[in-house]
């Protein structure tokens, strides 16, 4: 994957922010997040992107493979 810039932001972070934006509703509990706060972090293989429902806990996760 290219790492480039939009807008200020790297893909990862637009990513992430796309994530914070779209997916607000638990699939578990049915909870909105409105902050909808996504962590994200890498191994230099793999980059995951990871949300924990406030309500029930429940962990929702993105997994993308590097290919390194």
Known sequence: MVSRRTHGRSDFEWI????????KRCSECGYVDE?????????????VYR????????SHEHVFDLGN
Do not use: F
Not at 16 to 23: A, K, L, P, V
Not at 51 to 58: F, G, Q, T
């Open 51 to 58: 949300h924990v429902c406030p309500s029930c806990e429940a």
């Open 35 to 47: 902050e909808g706060n996504w962590t994200s972090h890498t191994d230099g293989q793999r980059i």
């Open 16 to 23: 992430r922010e796309r994530y914070e934006n779209t997916e």
